[in-house]
């Protein structure tokens, strides 16, 4: 089995806030707040809009991206994905979506390496 590194920012009610995990190939994995490791429902379970994002990177293989899933487990969102040994990071860009208790922020990744 592979892992990489994945994380994207999210600006959030005008702050920052940083989510990862070290994803398994093969596999959907939920990325969890880097400061408190609680999931993006758990981080803004009273409601939240997430205004702007920078991100996703990975790093050693494909992934099938980054979603928002709501709390019917719907794609409320899809990030980009950049991966950052191809090109370098990107800019800040407008999301403008809501989040709020039981969303996942989760990422798909492929079995095989890129």
Known sequence: M??????IEL???GQPYIFNVDATDGSQTQLT?????????DTFSSGAVISHARGGY????????IQLLNEQGNVAYQFPVTQLEQ?????IYPVGVNVALNFQL?????ASLA
């Open 11 to 13: 600006h959030v009610n």
């Open 87 to 91: 090109q370098n990071a990107g800019d």
């Open 33 to 41: 707040n880097l400061v408190s490791s609680r999931s993006i429902g």
């Open 2 to 7: 592979t892992n990489s590194q994945v994380s």
């Open 106 to 110: 989760v990422v798909t990744s492929s």
């Open 58 to 65: 990975v790093e050693n293989y494909a992934i099938g991206g």
